[in-house]
């Protein structure tokens, strides 16, 4: 029995069909999906039969240099954090292990059966402020480690069905401090330090998370985050841009202690916003039942 054709993309990665066959030391079980210049496949190591993500990417030519580059710098970032809720780094394959600068890697990653914010229906509001507090605690994790996402979004979130979470995508992270010679960042989410093409900072996540949690809870981007498009390949579609007015004014179940922390996460001004960890202690106190007081 055939196998159903597969998406055929521009990148080498995307143009060739891994089913059954192996890639380094892992058989490769099924598709997933593809990424900006790569392709992602559910593996199985062939010695310990434990199933992985694997992203395989293929540079044949110079403008694919920087995916490459992208990988490595997943990888050297993703090694240094342990979070339960950001996804596992595992291993990083090359075409030859005595060749550091490879034209073929294959990223190993722990494997995730969830699906991303982005996909689900909205969770009641009780059910998204435990997942706004995982979030702000792996974030809280990488700023300690030294690092920035720069691309948190609701479809960098995955969810699984025992309502953990679990942070993907770090394609983008980087050093605090780091300034891009590119602007790189999610039209709807990105900060305008990031257009600017400033230094990329714990402050940066802020913004984006601001910009994640409004997303999930309205179902409408941040007015302080569409507007942001200098430099992106694409824009925002107006029509799903939220009004002016505090998110408590657009939606009347979010209560006033969330907006204002939206807002305050969303300010134009990097210094004015508030540091993750604040976000974390708000978060955390917004979850956490207040015992009733005895008659």
Not at 174 to 187: A, I
Request: glycine letters at 6%; aromatic letters at 6%; proline letters at 6%.
């Amino acid at each position: 029995m055939s196998l159903p054709p597969l998406p055929v993309g521009e990148c080498a990665a995307q143009q060739r069909d891994y089913r059954s066959k192996m890639l380094w030391d892992y058989r490769v079980q099924r598709y997933v999906g593809d990424g900006a210049s790569s392709r992602i496949w559910v593996v199985r190591d062939q010695k310990t039969q434990t199933i992985y993500a694997l992203k395989h990417v293929i540079a044949e030519g110079e403008k694919e240099e920087r995916f490459l580059d992208q990988v490595r710098q997943e990888w050297e970032i993703g090694s240094k954090l342990s979070h339960p809720a950001i996804r596992a780094m595992v291993r990083l394959c090359r075409d030859s292990l005595l060749n550091r600068n490879a034209r073929e890697l294959g990223l190993v990653m722990e494997y995730v059966d969830a699906e991303d914010l982005a996909t689900i229906p909205k969770p009641p509001l009780a059910e998204c402020l435990t997942i706004f507090k995982q979030v702000a605690s792996a974030l809280v994790h990488m700023h300690e480690r030294g690092f920035v996402h720069a691309d948190m979004k609701p479809l960098n979130i995955l969810y699984d069905d025992s309502k953990h979470v679990k942070l993907i995508d770090l394609g983008q992270a980087c050093k605090s401090g780091t300034t891009k010679e590119r602007v790189q960042g999610s039209p709807g989410f990105i900060a305008p330090e990031q257009t600017a093409r400033e230094a990329i900072t714990e402050q940066t996540d802020v913004f984006n998370f601001g910009a994640t949690m409004f997303w999930v809870l309205l179902r409408r981007y941040a007015p302080q985050a569409a507007k942001n498009t200098d430099g992106t390949k694409s824009r925002v579609d107006p029509s799903f841009v939220a009004g002016a007015g505090a998110p408590m004014k657009l939606d009347s179940t979010i209560p006033q202690e969330l907006s204002d922390l939206l807002l305050d996460c969303l300010e134009e001004e990097p210094h004015k916003r508030k540091r993750m960890t604040y976000v974390l202690r708000q978060l955390t106190a917004m979850t956490t039942p207040v015992a009733k007081t005895p008659a």
